[in-house]
Nanobody, 119 residues
Framework: QVQLVESGGGLVQAGGSLRLSCAAS????????MGWFRQAPGKEREFVAH????????YYADSVKGRFTISRDNARNTVYLQMNSLKPEDTAVYYC????????????WGQGTQVTVSS
């Protein structure tokens, strides 16, 4: 089992920045690729960003490309999401997720952290 705990959410004005953190425990963190997802009220959960086990590869949703940066610190068992130039449409609950090496799907999810961007 992998336990994931997100933090860093909050209320910010449009144009501002936040950094989300996701602390992992329970298994070898570097065995897992990590992702960030979000779900806005009344909408389906959507992919935000992904980072490979060794940070060699990152992927982003088009809606956040150039504004958000995903990173990880395997020594601290933590993945981050730096969010800049925030927009009201970024308002959502943000979740981190872990995907074990060789698996196609994210098998572990955190409880989420709320991000609210005011206009």
């Amino acid at each position: 089992q992998v336990q994931l705990v997100e933090s860093g959410g909050g209320l910010v004005q449009a144009g501002g920045s936040l950094r989300l953190s996701c602390a992992a425990s329970g298994r070898t963190f570097s065995d897992y690729a990590m992702g960030w997802f979000r779900q806005a009220p009344g909408k389906e959960r959507e992919f935000v960003a992904h980072i490979s086990r060794s940070s060699g590869n990152t992927y982003y949703a088009d809606s956040v490309k150039g504004r958000f940066t995903i990173s990880r610190d395997n020594a601290r068992n933590t993945v981050y999401l730096q969010m800049n130039s925030l927009k009201p449409e970024d308002t959502a609950v943000y979740y981190c997720a872990a995907r074990y090496s060789g698996y196609a799907h994210y098998g572990y999810w955190g409880q989420g952290t709320q991000v609210t961007v005011s206009s």
